[in-house]
């Protein structure tokens, strides 16, 4: 993948047409990690050729696993595993990486990890991760900022997470399919992607229950087997799509969507006034065309609440709706660093705390910006859009992280962005 830096848009092209919304990263990414598990291959459909996912497989290459992509496929042979470190890197690289130690404490009862990297939405801490680990039998030390795990038996555990944390309810998930007994992991994220992950894991012999509640039941089994698995569809993805096409007044129609684990977001687009239909199982149909209002208090929430991951693109259309809209980021502490990108424009923003009000204006136009995280990037090319003029996106590698092709796929509706 070319290494592009900055991205230039020309605001006011109304967004028209067919998106294909890509594979979830969210999904792929621990999706990726449970393939350690298996005894033989493993071949992923629908995986989005992002960055993020290349550093996935290569730390999966570092670990001895053979791994290849042809297109959106993605084949892990995980028969032999030669490692048991995450290299620094790539752990500093990709905050994510942290999910294959519940894999490699699963297959080989131990793991090597720096503290995980990533974008810089907040604290981010693993500490219920390692406390799972702990409970689960593994000892777990800290040696010149490596984070070293060891199990001589790894047992299955009732776990209560203090919030519903969905890397840790993961990682402890990949701990447990292979684990002695019963894992129960109270108070579980419910997010979509936990459910894909449950799938694949079953697809490939484990014993999960419950995922998608707030209570995952895991039975150990002695081996698990690889498959052939569809990631699911990137909602975030598709809530950004639809926030593009809102903010140009557009219509859009996407396919590959699904319907359900974007329906926090859609029940808001519609408040706002957009029309939005689905059509079979996996086409979601947008018309923009009306006066949009703002939306009621957007407060971001553990799933099925409103998603932190879609509150910065959601955010940027608000900021050009004539009215006032308020947002309370309730997940991470420091998700409003778009902001001050988005006043560049002409946005009206203030914010105390946890809490942003946006006064909408109709006007903003073109400035220099810095992305400053995957979805914050993503928000800067949203408002791009109406901006007048030229809009110029530094730092533009965050969003390459979450967003397959993004400039040619909001070119193929209309848009006029590209690289540079
Ligand atoms: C995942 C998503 C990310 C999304 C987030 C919340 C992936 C790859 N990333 O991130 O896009 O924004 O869920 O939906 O799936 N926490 C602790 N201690 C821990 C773990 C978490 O205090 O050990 C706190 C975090 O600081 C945060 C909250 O729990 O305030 C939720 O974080 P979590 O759900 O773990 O987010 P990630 O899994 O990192």
Redo the contacts with the bound molecule.
Sequence with gaps: MSVRQAISLRGGKRLEGEIQVQGAK?SA?PVLAAAVLCRTQVTLYNCPSLTDCDAAMRILTALGCGCRREGGAVTINPSVITSVEIPSGLMREM??SVIFSGALLGREKQCRLSFPGGCEI????????IAAFKKMGASVSDEHGCLICRADRLTGAKISLP?P????TENIMLAAVLAEGVTEIHNA?R?P?IVDLAQFLTKCGARISGAGSGLVIIEGVSELHGCDYTIMSDRIAAATYLCCGAITRGELLLTKADYLSCQPVLSVLEQMGCSIYSFGSDSLYLNARKKLKPPPMIRTAAHPGF???AQPVLMALCASIPGTSIFVET??ENRYRHVSELIRLGAKINVEGRVAVVEGTERLSGAELMATDLRGGAAMITAGLIAEGVTRIGNAAYIYRGYEDIEKTLRSVGADIKPL
């Design positions: 969210n990414l905050r994510s907040g604290a981010r801490p693993i500490d219920f991760h919030l944390s969905v890397g840790a994220a997010e992607e998603p932190t991951d997940i991470f």
